[in-house]
């Protein structure tokens, strides 16, 4: 309206205040760990199949595979407990 003076735009003053408990470290971390865990399957998921796909003659695909599958959730395991079971 042109009899009213323009106004800033002002960004919500609590955008998180909707979340039960705010946002606390805990669930950063929590959804921090999510995230690396989706990564590790999706990365996992397509270096097996590349293997697959392009290894298929080679014999060292399946001890590679079995290799990765074994270092990399142990590494995970090792990450969320703290115990080491190699």
Same mark, same amino acid.
């Given at each position: 309206m =042109?009899?009213? &003076? *323009?106004? &800033?735009?002002? =960004? =919500? !003053? #609590?955008? *998180? $205040? !909707? *979340? =039960? $408990? $705010?946002l606390t470290s805990g669930m950063l971390i929590t959804w921090g760990w999510y995230a690396v865990c989706a990564f590790w399957v999706v990365y996992t998921l397509v270096a097996i199949y590349h293997w697959i796909k392009y290894s298929h003659a080679?014999? %060292? #695909? %399946? &001890?590679a595979i079995a290799l990765h599958l074994l270092v990399s959730s142990s590494l995970i395991v090792y990450a969320f407990t703290g115990i080491w079971y190699l």
């Open positions: =042109p009899g009213q &003076p *323009l106004q &800033p735009f002002a =960004p =919500p !003053n #609590m955008i *998180l $205040g !909707n *979340l =039960p $408990g $705010g080679s014999w %060292v #695909m %399946v &001890p």
